[in-house]
């Protein structure tokens, strides 16, 4: 598929973003607007409310738009979101005989305040990228036990908390937890010391279920895909994982980027998955082509200092789609519900240069990189500043995902002080 | 302190579980009346909405009783909850001047069916009884290494799903699940057949947090307690659990009791934590007697059959409180909201009787326990109920909580029909 024209001339450049071929879907504030559903379109956004207002989008008897939140469209189902999608690009499209109604709806993207796309009902990450597994196995349990026994058939995961997430930009402060280093007979209540960043993908699921879904279908109910940072403190994690899971060492903060890269924007892009030493069980077989070829990389900015990029990676070097994770998810008979969103795990490639973790590209700790500017690192420092960055390559276009950012303050003196 | 008397003849029975001592808060419905917040007192439902309408009950310039759930008044906090309960014990004490104003509100129970008492936020179980830990312990790990390094030190828990919390009376429908046995090269997909039950309690946080919050304070923005049978599938769990936690072996259901008993109405049982042998660091330590009296029984009746209680044991024997588990599930920073669950874990005591999973009382299948009916179990049984039944015993009365009850039904033939 080519780009797509639009009549938003900022919209066509070949590297830009957000074309008409993506048209992903954010939630912004300005000055004169409070918090409302917005779609991007080049340098952008149509003001979702107003066009709605405006009888321009008339998908449902009710206002969809004009809440802070994506999750009323997502309860509509698939067939209202390719209408809203096909209506968009009617309306945006060059040559549109709506233009000139639709112009005075557009509000500068760099005016705009970004808030959080939709309302986390729950969260959960998977761990379902394969060099990161065995990265952090190998470190941990040694090269033969790398991967659990179960990894090659499940994608694993774990529930996290909902109440964690944050749309980027949204500071994160370093937390304090319970540590107890291998030189020390007891634990302490400490700052985290090994702070580090996950490069993932969250999607976000956009139909309840009540049962189990197969694969087919939980790919249905998927409504898009963020960037998404799984903030980790590898120091609490080590201390308190055993035997139940992480808890603390990941609750935090979990960063997404603002915008919601919707599926059929990213059809285009559809790819296998990797090839597989077991035949996976029939509940959890690839439907087609399960994944997407998304570039990622990972920008580390100290304080005051220009960013580096430190991994580059893609979406296809993930074991399990999202649709698999889903599928899986539910076959306890456990409800999924309306903005539930699923963590990728960690998205690492082969080489060195691709791992999305620091406590990958240091080993541990015992290799920091040293960055142009001189710094090193193993793991992250107050004031570093994250971007996770990614984008579907087309031909002549991108499928672009706005930037997760987030910037690492110190922790608090006393966590307890008022 | 006695037994406070009501005019509400059936609440002053030495041996009722609603007396006008405990005044526990649900939602109920009958044919006449939709799904509203409820106050039990004796054999009869105060109807909240109804008395608030008559200006009985007037604490806040908004209705707070005509909803489905009591977040409403856990957000206005604990100087209302104070409030709230003095003005119930006005409306329903002996000598009342409001009697005859209150009467006609009253609903009888027994034609009253019980909903969900609370939305359900996020859903935390911990893993703090020290029985149950070391029983489980010992049968995977060894005597010697049954208890995990970190398990005297931190409330050790895990998130599951909000989702799957049910209230008391749901079917549960046994699961289908990726499964491993010992004696296969390969996992199957099948029914679970280690399908169990445990014994817990839930606490529900009542207020909101943003950053670490001090023992004494989690104590603050704790609202209630129900008990809680988190459904286990045991097989499912050997297989998925290593490394990241528990996850579809839990997510099946969750059930709680339908009355949410005040921590206003546990006062006089209060108690203290068991001796321990590692001094807890600062943030963790008790502020005071943290635990409850609380006897605590399992009842077991398979399809049409009697039920047999199958284990006794209490709320004392946890060793660490809600209120510590509340105040390490703030150490990161991670944001705690009205209406989050916490699962104290599985409450076994000292000796076999008082086992809180069949698991235990069965050590892991290879001790079936035998029934008076003749029947014997390891795990449960399709057809089986389980009811969990709890009371703190006072001085001519008791502070009871609603049974909390569930059949376990078979396995669907096929999981994925439609």
Known sequence: MPLMKSWVESANAPDHPFPLNNLPYGVFSTPAHDPRCGVAI???????AAAEEAGLVDLADYP??????????????????????ARLIELLAEGSPDCTAVEPLLVPMAGAEMHMPFLVSEYTDFYSGRHHATNVGTMFRGQENALPPNWL????????RASSVVVSGTDIRRPWGQLKSPDHDKPAFLPSRRFDLELEMGAIVGQAS??????????????GYVLLNDWSARDIQAWEYQPLGPFQAKAT????????????ALEPFRTDTPARE?????????????????????????????ATTIART??????????????????????????????SGTISGATKEARGSLLELSWGGKEPITLPTGDTRSFLEDGDTLTLRGHAQGDGYRIGFGDCTGKLLPAPKDPYAR
């Open 42 to 48: 080049g340098d952008m956004i149509l003001d979702m």
């Open 64 to 85: 969809l738009f004009d809440v802070p939140f994506w999750n009323e469209v997502m309860e509509e189902g698939p067939e209202l979101w390719a209408a809203l999608r």
């Open 153 to 160: 058939h499940i994608p694993i995961g774990y529930n996290g």
């Open 210 to 223: 009540d049962g189990p879904v197969t694969v087919a279908e939980a790919n249905d109910m998927i409504f």
């Open 253 to 264: 903060a979990t960063s997404i980027s603002p915008w919601i890269v919707t599926k059929a």
């Open 278 to 306: 077991f035949e996976l069980l029939d509940h959890l077989k690839d439907c087609g082509p399960m994944l997407y070829d998304i570039d990622l990389a990972v920008d580390l900015a100290p304080e005051g200092k220009p």
């Open 314 to 343: 893609n979406y296809r070097e993930m074991y399990f789609s999202a649709a698999q994770q889903l599928a899986h998810h539910t076959t306890s008979g456990c409800p999924m519900n309306v903005g539930d969103l699923l963590g």
